[in-house]
């Protein structure tokens, strides 16, 4: 067996568990770090005499450096290691939030947001990538959960921080998020190792050291490079690294990228625009924040729910699931705010639903690629993610400046991303998880 093999196949040791734990930190920062802008919208939008439309040019800024950051960064991760590509872009995340707190007008908030989200997406596709690799067969989706749980930890941080600030200066949410960045650049360089997978198929300077110190704290044998050979020169393990792979994998390529599109609608719509719309449709900046902060929260619950689903069935199926009920409730949802306690409730449900989608993005995609490709291909497709990322806040303040009201958009919003239930089907054939033989063996770890 290849290094993949073996650790798919073992049990996790407490060292994977710290990786895992590692990247949900930083994914937990990614949450903070884009959420900033939404808990803090109302009073931004208050201070530099921003519109519907302007605001939401504002969140997409951020949004559009995401997608720049995953398509032209991340995928970096595949040539030049995951680790590096986290550590260039968490001196980015630095930059970008301290600019922000200390931004003049709304164009150069808008700037350092767009470095803020060339950050995020660096780091989203290489910490997805660490985690999945890091973990076995049995465990990837419970581990791909608690690492995207880190993002609704994030997000419930800003919104508390927002709160705190509610009637002073809102930068302070800012300037906790950069210094933030900045703590976990040094606990990163000093915690978290190189993928091994990574190193296997590139093999730098000093690399089977490297691969053999990390199994050794995995508790797995050493390898020597005789025995990599031997198995890369027997057999092409998954049947996509040989000759036409791209011809196979276009097609699970270009359904990934959709699911990516319709549940990336969805989430940047219900987490960027809920507390305005419900300032504007009568709350309190207080209890609009609370409504908030109620989907955040839920989001650091529902990525584990999820993965502890996909522990027992296919993480595709699940996925499928939480996409229908998604977008049920965000429709009960918005006609449920009017009564506080009810719609924080309903909130929580909502955010742990829509954070359980992402959470099955990140477990059914990476597995859909080999080592070598791994990064790009999530890259890409997270990238691609944010053109309903991108379209979400835009299309929504421009509807909502043209009338729309709160309901409409999120009966709207909600179609979206019950379109990724459709999309998740066609991909059925392509999904390693979904074969009888993955399946079996899927069964046999369990039992």
């Not at 276009?250 to 507390?275: C, D, H, K, R």
């Not at 209890?287 to 689903?309: N, P």
């Not at 990238?383 to 009338?403: E, F, N």
Request: hydrophobic residues 50%; neutral net charge.
């Amino acid at each position: 067996m290849n290094i993949a093999e073996r650790t798919a196949a073992a049990p996790m040791s407490g060292y994977q568990w710290l990786i895992v734990a590692l990247c949900a930190f930083i994914n937990c920062l990614d949450g903070f770090d884009i959420m900033a802008v939404s808990f803090t919208g109302p009073a931004v939008t208050d201070e530099f005499g921003l519109t519907g439309s302007e605001f939401g040019l504002l969140v997409s800024a951020g949004l559009i450096g995401m997608a720049l950051g995953s398509m032209l960064l991340a995928p970096f991760g595949d040539l030049i290691g995951r680790r590096p590509i986290i550590v260039i872009s968490l001196v980015l995340g630095t930059v970008g939030m301290l600019g922000a707190a200390m931004a003049p007008n709304m164009p150069v908030m808008a700037g350092f947001r767009f470095v803020t989200g060339i950050s995020v997406g660096g780091i989203l596709a290489s910490a997805n990538v660490i985690a999945s690799e890091f973990s076995n067969a049995k465990n990837r989706g419970l581990a791909i959960g608690i690492y995207t749980a880190g993002y609704g930890v994030g997000a419930t941080a800003a919104s508390l921080v927002a709160q705190t600030a509610v009637g002073g200066d809102w930068r302070i949410v800012f300037y906790a998020g950069g210094f933030a960045n900045l703590i976990a650049l040094v606990v990163i360089l000093l915690l978290l190792p190189e993928s091994v997978a990574y190193l296997e198929q590139r093999r730098p300077r000093n690399a089977l050291e490297r691969i053999n110190r990390t199994l050794g704290r995995m508790g797995m044998n050493s390898v020597s490079w005789a025995e990599l050979d031997q198995v890369r020169s027997t057999v092409d393990v998954d049947g996509r690294t040989g000759s036409g792979w791209l011809r196979r994998l276009l097609t699970p390529t270009i359904l990934l990228w959709a699911a990516f599109i319709t549940i990336m609608f969805g989430f940047y719509f219900v987490n960027s625009w809920t507390p305005t719309l419900l300032v504007e449709d009568g709350l309190s900046e207080s209890a609009a924040v609370t409504a908030g902060m109620a989907i955040s929260i839920g989001g650091t619950v529902g990525s584990v729910l999820y993965g502890l689903a996909a522990r027992m069935r296919t993480p595709r199926v699940v996925l499928i699931g939480f996409s229908l009920l998604s977008a049920v409730m965000m429709v009960v949802f918005i006609v449920s705010t009017s009564v506080l306690w009810l719609g924080f409730c309903i909130g929580v449900v909502v955010g742990a639903l829509i954070n359980g989608c992402i959470a099955g993005l990140y477990t059914v995609g990476p597995t859909l690629y080999p080592a070598q490709l791994r990064s790009v291909g999530m890259g890409w497709a997270l990238g691609m993610g944010r053109i309903g990322a991108i379209l979400s806040p835009t299309v929504a303040g421009m509807l909502r400046d043209a009338g729309a009201t709160a309901t409409q958009l999120y009966v709207g919003a909600a179609a979206v991303v019950a379109l990724c239930a459709i999309v998740l089907v066609g991909l059925r054939r392509h999904d390693p998880e979904s074969t009888p033989t993955a399946k079996d063996a899927k069964e046999a770890s369990t039992a």
